[in-house]
């Protein structure tokens, strides 16, 4: 599978999302929805790693899909307030190379 860039997945989304009347959502309800999604994450996980195993009954979902949800509510998020995510990862990158420097413990080289 061919990597894909910030970029590209903004596009491929926004492409996706124009299709239709209704475009995006608007920023609260996107809140909502990846409110939703991380707690569906946070299902998964405590099922595949905490205490609380899958009942027999419930559907496989998986981690992976869940933060491909989360992925994409993002991207809806960022496209609709017009913010560029390579952009906003750069300017993060940098607060972590700055800020946070010294915080951790480094490996040996």
Not at 1 to 20: G, N, T
Not at 53 to 66: A, F, G, H, M, Q
């Amino acid at each position: 599978m061919k990597e894909k860039s910030l970029a590209e997945l903004q596009r491929e989304v926004d492409q996706y999302i124009s299709q239709f009347k209704e475009g995006y959502f608007s920023p609260l309800a996107l809140m909502a929805r990846m409110s939703e999604e991380v707690g569906e994450l946070a299902r998964e996980v405590n099922h595949s790693y905490g205490e609380k195993p899958k009942k027999e009954s419930e559907p496989d979902n998986s981690i992976e899909l869940e933060l491909g949800d989360i992925l994409f509510i993002a991207i809806c998020f960022a496209n609709s307030l017009g913010i560029d995510l390579t952009a906003a990862h750069d300017k993060v990158m940098h607060k972590f190379n700055t800020r946070d420097a010294d915080r951790w413990t480094k490996k040996d080289t």
